[in-house]
T-cell receptor, first 113, second 114 residues
Framework: GENVEQHPSTLSVQEGDSAVIKCTYS??????FPWYKQELGKRPQLIID?????GEKKDQRIAVTLNKTAKHFSLHITETQPEDSAVYFC????????????FGAGTILRVKS | GAGVSQSPSNKVTEKGKDVELRCDPI?????LYWYRQSLGQGLEFLIY????????KSGLPSDRFSAERTGGSVSTLTIQRTQQEDSAVYLC????????????FGPGTRLLVL
């Protein structure tokens, strides 16, 4: 079945610096890759997603890149702010199983001011 | 509009008791998913519904876990004879239909089994 690996598990950056989180997946049939941000005690919030027919997508300070050949995708946050501090999860969908999501283990991002 | 809602928000129970967790998806969403998040862990898929049917129950950890959905809306996840390892946050998500990939999460139910 699908396996999603996420790195690093923790990431500490200085305010204003960039943060990059990387994920790999195993199922070549996966075609949808969302990123969720989860603050302590709150629900996961979708921040950006990408489908397999594009290689890059950007939304203000957040961007996601996808390399289908290598089966990896990355989240890039530029000009980080303290409010970006949270746990970030990547996921890959399984089309043949109702698009259920298989999640990475998460990255704790801490932005120091 | 209203998002996905779940109840109760917190549940403390004794080992061996049964619990029922409820999920109200976004109105009109036909696909509904249950996930479990243990402390400090990622999200683990449990089951999904398309309408009232559950084509994939492969994520349910044991036969003590069951779920149903009636009327194509509200879903309940039942855990029988709860064990301490069942303690986790149970999250529900919905999407407009299977094939529309974006999933919107509810706030979760925090279950603690003593």
């Amino acid at each position: 079945g699908e396996n999603v690996e996420q790195h690093p598990s923790t990431l500490s950056v200085q305010e204003g610096d960039s943060a990059v989180i990387k994920c790999t997946y195993s199922d070549s049939a996966s075609n949808y890759f969302p990123w969720y941000k989860q603050e302590l005690g709150k629900r996961p919030q979708l921040i950006i997603d990408i489908r397999s027919n594009v290689g890059e997508k950007k939304d203000q300070r957040i961007a996601v890149t996808l390399n289908k050949t290598a089966k990896h995708f990355s989240l890039h946050i530029t000009e980080t702010q303290p409010e970006d501090s949270a746990v970030y999860f990547c996921a890959a969908s399984i089309p043949e199983y109702g698009n259920k999501l298989v999640f990475g283990a998460g990255t704790i991002l801490r932005v120091k001011s | 509009g209203a998002g996905v809602s779940q109840s109760p928000s917190n549940k403390v129970t004794e080992k061996g008791k049964d619990v029922e967790l409820r999920c109200d998806p976004i109105s009109g969403h036909t696909a509904l998913y249950w996930y479990r998040q243990s402390l400090g862990q990622g999200l683990e898929f449990l089951i999904y519904f398309q309408g009232n049917s559950a084509p994939d129950k492969s994520g349910l950890p044991s036969d003590r876990f069951s779920a149903e959905r009636t009327g194509g809306s509200v879903s309940t996840l039942t855990i029988q004879r709860t064990q301490q390892e069942d303690s986790a946050v149970y999250l529900c998500a919905s999407s407009p239909r299977v094939g529309e990939e974006t999933q919107y999460f509810g706030p979760g139910t925090r279950l603690l089994v003593l």
